[in-house]
């Protein structure tokens, strides 16, 4: 019996997959931390002898040529992919036969890049699968915009072309098994499904259920930003890169730390936006593990500045370091565990008031105050705070300056990227002056409550 088991990435967005009838494995997509799908294997005490590539990434590095290394598995790359390594060149329609009863099939899905590929398993031991990488997810498609505007048309077109030869070519119990969708933003929009197959995207995907141009008004016009770092992605995995060295970093003492805060490098506080708001050392960055850490942090770093991380265990500074790896950021400058009063030496840890929308609409009847939305255009276009002000997480460092003078209180959906933007505006001479939202922005909700006696024409900024 084939079994295929998935791999998520959660922080990233993503799943890899590893198939084995028992004896081989094959795997699709792995992510540059190997050692997941080495253990996995040993544990099933398989051989992998196959890596297939759906296509070149734009959201992480792949682990494709490391693991093919380490296991000497065929690496099957499109042959149409201008790498800088060797791989076992595939194209549409070419079969790889992984064991006696199993194989992948090759099927061109353009859309996501133009050399894209899915993978359909057959074998007579279980019904059909497709690993559809960023072509046809769940309940949506891969994004057609990464590549350039100047291709986002003729993609979106592909992509249409691609999810429809997929559910015309394939029977509807053949399970969609893709990479992207499950948060990433390689994904056009957001979908909670997390098992479906040919029929069920038949009934319910937009590629699968509109017209052409419907579908691609539609799909153009949901598109948002999506994090700087892709830009470097793609030319790490065409160069090929090797497995992380995950092995911990130097460690930082109070002064070491304040002189790399001079020298204008990141420090990096790992913990909770509760915990940090409770004191830090001045001048760290709050970007906390228990949300899209890399995402994040990688969206907003000049690419290259040296980073260093604060965690409150070695723990926490290990799976930040494997965070930060699957998207190049390799080696941090250094690390430091503990808490604040370790880290600041003789000086006094820093503070920062964290507050409520509730709180928030008590306040602003009594003071004026600057209210920053930091949510991206589309989650401020569906509905937001009257007068506030609008500058996007990832445009907030090269905008510092647009931030009236005052009292700010910054605010997001839930609280994350709040933490992340009032660290920005302390780190900058701000602090002081920054208060962090540190709650969820129902709209109906928050809204009424925040222009309650106010006057306000609330009609259109609700959903």
Not at 7 to 18: C, E, H, K
Not at 75 to 87: E, M, T
Not at 420 to 435: P, T
Request: charged share 25%.
């Amino acid at each position: 019996m084939i079994e295929i088991i998935p791999v998520d990435t959660p922080s990233l967005g993503d799943r890899s997959y590893l198939g084995t009838d028992g004896e081989v494995a094959f795997v699709v997509d792995p992510q540059r931390d190997i050692d997941r799908m080495l253990r996995l294997a040993e544990r099933r005490g398989v051989e992998i002898r196959h890596v297939f590539e759906t296509h070149v990434h734009n959201d992480y590095v792949t682990g494709g040529p490391a693991l093919a290394a380490a296991t000497g598995a065929d690496y099957h790359v499109n042959a149409a992919d201008p790498v800088a390594f060797d791989r076992s060149p595939i194209e549409d329609g070419d079969v790889v036969e992984i064991g006696p009863r199993t194989r992948l099939r090759a099927v061109a899905t353009p859309g996501h890049t133009f050399t894209h590929l899915s993978y359909v398993l057959e074998s007579p031991d279980r019904p059909p699968a497709v690993f559809t990488g960023g072509s046809l997810l769940h309940g949506t498609t891969g994004r057609p915009d990464l590549l350039g505007r100047e291709h986002t048309g003729t993609l979106a077109r592909a992509q249409y072309a691609s999810a429809n030869r997929l559910a015309r070519e394939l029977p509807p119990e053949t399970d969609v098994l893709p990479t992207h969708g499950f948060g990433s933003f390689c994904s056009a929009t957001q979908s909670e499904v997390t098992e479906s197959t040919i029929g069920m995207e038949r009934r319910a995907n937009p590629a699968l259920t509109r017209g052409e141009d419907e579908y691609v008004r539609s799909l153009l016009a949901g598109l948002d930003a999506y994090p700087a770092y892709y830009a470097h992605m793609s030319p790490l995995n065409r160069a090929g890169v090797d497995a992380p060295d995950l092995s911990a970093p130097r460690h930082a003492d109070a002064a070491e730390l304040r002189r790399r805060l001079r020298a204008g490098e990141w420090v990096v506080d790992l913990r909770s936006r509760t915990a940090f708001a409770a004191g830090h050392l001045a001048g760290a960055l709050n970007f906390g593990l228990d949300g899209n850490f890399a995402i994040y942090l990688g969206w907003l770093i000049p690419w290259g500045t040296p980073v260093t991380l604060l965690g409150e265990t070695p723990g926490d500074i290990a799976e930040a370091q494997r965070e930060l790896a699957r998207i190049g950021i390799d080696r941090p400058a250094a690390a430091a565990t503990g808490g604040p009063a370790d880290w600041a030496g003789d000086d006094k840890p820093a503070s920062m008031p964290a507050a409520t929308f509730a709180d928030l609409a008590t306040v602003r009847r009594h003071r004026p105050i600057v209210v920053l939305d930091v949510r991206r255009d589309a989650e401020w276009r569906e509905s937001h705070l009257p007068g506030a002000v609008h500058i996007p997480l990832h445009e907030l460092p090269s905008r510092l300056h647009e931030v009236p003078d005052g009292e700010v209180w910054t605010h997001c959906a839930s609280g994350y990227r709040a933490s992340i933007a009032a660290s920005l505006l302390a780190a900058a001479g701000r602090e002081g002056d920054v208060v962090a939202v540190h709650d969820d922005y129902d709209p109906n909700a928050v809204i009424l409550q925040f222009a309650a006696g106010g006057g306000s024409d609330l009609a259109r900024h609700l959903p």
